[in-house]
């Protein structure tokens, strides 16, 4: 091949591969963001819990820890990466059993792959992983408008030992994703799975079969010497894996937003009492016993991917709760919030009810996670 010739393919593979814009569909990859805390202990059931974005699906698979962790490859500009770790252990998953770590992006933000089309896109994702578990582990993506899954396999060969893997999802020429702002595609990285999905040969093209989602996966959940770690996550259209797009903490925290916004100063988490970062406002009184008229609206960084669910708390930390404040530092808490007007861009709080007040003072989560 000539010289012309290998620079006319760099520039094509360059330009396949989309090297010059937003790469990376994956929000939170590098594991910067943990708006909700650091860590959680004695999870035992599927829910959102440290690291934005990246929630744990768990059906009676022992009991774990999950963190925002140091620990990360050398030298790939990483600081910090998601944990697991096991602290009950479950050496027998039932058939229905399952666990794993996931990512959830909304359908319109896959467009891009062309899914349910004749023109259909191969997909790579490529990550950093390191356990103490070695052995076959299962990397699922899951169209969730369609119901349909594929699954590709990766080796753990050293144990406690950071490992960077790639892999290619086959094109679906089946199903298209609705251009919507629910849930596209789901990737789950196993840590154990029941008969009902493993029982069958791992599905490596775009399939229906249950019993073919997580075949050959390890138990990671039967020690609790057992633990995992994920960072560097990237997921791009194509065949051609390009280096980790690194993002700005700020543009990183400012994507998450979209699905989580608190009032708390980062690093404080929900529900502690303070009153740093809090948000106040002032009103009418009517009488020294009669309701406190007023309120306050608030109007969020980023708008929401739908209409969050809202949780008040009082300066003291009390969920549900508001402060009403009044001149001469009389302060009354644990006073009933309520929320109304409620929708991507804001919402509306008063309490009305009971001493008289000149304002109002508390924090607020906002969620619309998928």
């Given at each position: 091949?000539?010289?012309?010739?290998?620079?006319?393919?760099?520039?094509?593979?360059?330009?396949?591969?989309?090297?010059?814009?937003?790469?990376?569909?994956?929000?939170n990859?590098?594991?910067?963001v943990?708006?909700?805390?650091?860590?959680?202990?004695?999870?035992?059931?599927?829910?959102?819990?440290?690291?934005?974005r990246?929630?744990?699906?768990?059906?009676?698979?022992?009991?774990?820890?999950?963190?925002?962790?140091?620990?990360?490859?050398?030298?790939?500009?990483?600081?910090?990466?998601?944990?697991?770790?096991?602290?009950?252990?479950?050496?027998?998953?039932?058939?229905?059993?399952?666990?794993?770590?996931?990512?959830?992006?909304?359908?319109?933000?896959?467009?891009?792959?062309?899914?349910?089309?004749?023109?259909?896109?191969?997909?790579?994702?490529?990550?950093?992983?390191?356990?103490?578990?070695?052995?076959?582990?299962?990397?699922?993506?899951?169209?969730?408008?369609?119901?349909?899954?594929?699954?590709l396999?990766?080796?753990?060969?050293?144990?406690?030992?950071?490992?960077?893997?790639?892999?290619?999802?086959?094109?679906?020429?089946?199903?298209?994703?609705?251009?919507?702002?629910?849930?596209?595609?789901?990737?789950?990285?196993?840590?154990?799975?029941?008969?009902?999905?493993?029982?069958?040969?791992?599905?490596?093209?775009?399939?229906?079969?249950?019993?073919?989602?997580?075949?050959?996966?390890?138990?990671?959940?039967?020690?609790?010497?057992?633990?995992?770690?994920?960072?560097?996550?990237?997921?791009?259209?194509?065949?051609?894996?390009?280096?980790?797009?690194?993002?700005?903490?700020?543009?990183?925290?400012?994507?998450?937003?979209?699905?989580?916004?608190?009032?708390?100063?980062?690093?404080?988490?929900?529900?502690t009492?303070?009153?740093?970062?809090?948000?106040?406002?002032?009103?009418?009184?009517?009488?020294?016993?009669?309701?406190?008229?007023?309120?306050?609206?608030?109007?969020?960084?980023?708008?929401?991917?739908?209409?969050?669910?809202?949780?008040?708390?009082?300066?003291?930390?009390?969920?549900?709760k508001?402060?009403?404040?009044?001149?001469?530092?009389?302060?009354?808490?644990?006073n009933?919030?309520?929320?109304?007007?409620?929708?991507?861009?804001?919402?509306?709080a008063?309490?009305?009810?009971?001493?008289?007040?000149?304002?109002?003072?508390?924090?607020?989560?906002?969620?619309?996670?998928?």
């Open positions: 091949m000539t010289k012309a010739a290998e620079l006319a393919k760099m520039g094509e593979v360059l330009t396949n591969s989309q090297i010059g814009g937003r790469r990376n569909i994956i929000i990859g590098a594991m910067q943990a708006q909700r805390g650091t860590s959680q202990a004695s999870i035992t059931s599927t829910g959102y819990y440290t690291i934005d990246w929630q744990v699906a768990i059906t009676n698979g022992g009991t774990w820890t999950m963190s925002q962790d140091t620990d990360v490859p050398t030298g790939e500009g990483f600081a910090n990466s998601l944990k697991m770790d096991c602290t009950t252990a479950d050496t027998s998953f039932g058939a229905s059993d399952s666990l794993y770590v996931r990512t959830k992006l909304e359908s319109q933000d896959c467009q891009n792959m062309k899914k349910g089309t004749s023109s259909a896109e191969k997909v790579t994702l490529r990550f950093w992983v390191k356990s103490s578990k070695t052995g076959t582990h299962i990397v699922e993506l899951l169209d969730n408008d369609n119901s349909r899954f594929v699954s396999a990766y080796t753990i060969s050293s144990a406690n030992t950071w490992e960077n893997h790639t892999l290619t999802f086959p094109a679906d020429t089946t199903g298209v994703f609705a251009n919507d702002n629910g849930v596209g595609l789901g990737i789950h990285w196993y840590m154990g799975a029941g008969s009902n999905i493993s029982s069958g040969t791992l599905g490596t093209t775009w399939h229906t079969t249950q019993a073919n989602r997580a075949a050959g996966q390890v138990n990671l959940a039967d020690s609790t010497d057992n633990n995992w770690y994920l960072t560097g996550v990237q997921l791009e259209v194509g065949e051609q894996a390009t280096p980790f797009e690194h993002r700005s903490f700020g543009e990183e925290l400012a994507l998450c937003q979209r699905y989580y916004e608190k009032s708390y100063e980062y690093g404080t988490a929900s529900g009492s303070i009153s740093t970062g809090s948000i106040q406002a002032g009103g009418g009184v009517t009488g020294a016993t009669t309701s406190f008229i007023g309120g306050f609206s608030i109007r969020y960084k980023t708008s929401k991917r739908s209409s969050p669910t809202v949780t008040m708390y009082d300066k003291s930390g009390n969920s549900g508001i402060h009403r404040i009044q001149l001469g530092s009389v302060s009354s808490a644990n009933t919030a309520t929320v109304e007007n409620g929708g991507t861009t804001g919402f509306t008063y309490s009305a009810s009971g001493v008289s007040a000149s304002g109002l003072q508390g924090h607020f989560e906002a969620d619309s996670e998928l």
